[in-house]
């Protein structure tokens, strides 16, 4: 498999531990990750999604960062927000309304 041209990381609130702990995971980010690789595949983007500990981005969560245009997003919270995301990477931009 060669490299994908984009990685979507999305905080899923692990801490060294191993508990998932934080407002990405409370919010349900990593229960995400099945739409997000079915959307991709429906889409044909060269890309690949990855849960990740935490970001240390609370605030903002769930969070959701691609790579590597080094683009964070916050606020990620419904399907409907997830395609506004992968539609503009889509088009070659960026969703501003969620950037961080």
């Not at 531990?17 to 044909?44: Q, V, W």
């Not at 995301?85 to 961080?100: F, H, R, T």
Request: charged share 25%; net charge negative.
């Amino acid at each position: 498999m060669e490299k994908p041209k984009h990685h979507i990381f999305v905080c899923a609130s692990f801490r060294a531990d191993g508990e998932a702990k934080g407002m990405c995971s409370k919010k349900g980010a990593a229960g995400f990750l099945p739409y997000i690789e079915n959307e991709i595949l429906d889409r044909g983007l060269d890309a690949q999604v990855t849960s990740t500990g935490c970001m240390k981005m609370c605030d903002n969560g769930p969070v959701l960062v691609i790579h590597p245009n080094n683009t964070w997003y916050g606020g990620v919270e419904t399907e409907e927000i997830i395609d506004e995301i992968l539609d503009a990477l889509e088009g070659g931009g960026v969703a501003e309304a969620y950037c961080i």
